[in-house]
């Protein structure tokens, strides 16, 4: 079965980058997610990037995928307060719309 | 335009107790999934409707729950008889479903603490 694995807890001084890592077991996946949860509210598509691929750069959002080691990692650079959130790795396997879905990272951002 | 609304919030049962949770999607997605985060664990998959019928239901944990989505529209997820285990987070999410675009667009989510 699939298995997705992050750190419950992040703390990064504002100002600096933050690293999010999630690695998996499923090798059929096609699509990987970065979802961000703010209190209260719903997930919300950060990024994404496709099995093929090995990086994606959007704005301060870094996605790096090293698929022999099933691994996944969001940078953020210059975090802001407004990035404090829960933030889950997803994927999606080919033929399979269903999300498999990390544990989420909880990134706290020191003043 | 308005996004995937569910209904209610927050809702707090007895065990034993019915509740039913409701789902309206983007209008015009035809595809309309639930998920669940139970304990602060990760996000569960239940279940995938197309339009009317259901894709994928196998994510449903047991018998108790009874998801429908009558003409394709908003759909609702029943829990009866609602258990302690059944405590968490209900998400639903909705898509377009065309070629190429694969963005699931997610609600709050209905918080339900089962006593």
């Known amino acids: 079965g699939e298995d997705v694995e992050q750190s419950l807890f992040l703390s990064v001084r504002e100002g600096d980058s933050s690293v999010i890592n999630c690695t998996y077991t499923?090798?059929?996946?096609?699509?990987l997610y970065w979802y961000k949860q703010e209190p209260g509210a719903g997930l919300q598509l950060l990024t994404y990037?496709?099995?093929?691929?090995d990086m994606k750069q959007d704005q301060r959002l870094t996605v790096l995928l090293n698929k022999k080691d099933k691994h996944l990692s969001l940078r953020i650079a210059d975090t802001q307060t407004g990035d404090s959130a829960i933030y889950f790795c997803a994927f999606t396997s080919f033929g399979n719309e269903k999300l498999t879905f990390g544990t989420g990272t909880r990134l706290t951002i020191i003043p | 335009e308005a996004g995937v609304t569910q209904f209610p919030s927050h809702s707090v049962i007895e065990k034993g107790q019915t509740v039913t949770l409701r789902c309206d999607p983007i209008?015009?997605?035809?595809?309309l999934y639930w998920y669940r985060r139970v304990m602060g664990k990760e996000i569960k998959f239940l279940l995938h409707?197309?339009?009317?019928?259901?894709?994928?239901e196998s994510g449903m944990p047991n018998n108790r729950f009874l998801a429908e989505r009558t003409g394709g529209t908003y759909s609702t997820l029943k829990v009866q008889p609602a258990e302690l285990e059944d405590s968490g987070v209900y998400f639903c999410?909705?898509?377009?479903?065309?070629?190429?675009?694969?963005?699931?667009?997610f609600g709050p989510g209905t918080r339900l603490t089962v006593l």
């Open positions: 209008s015009g997605h035809d595809n």
């Open positions: 409707f197309v339009k009317e019928s259901k894709q994928d």
């Open positions: 990037i496709f099995s093929n691929m």
């Open positions: 499923d090798s059929s996946s096609t699509y």
């Open positions: 999410a909705s898509s377009q479903g065309l070629a190429g675009n694969h963005e699931q667009f």
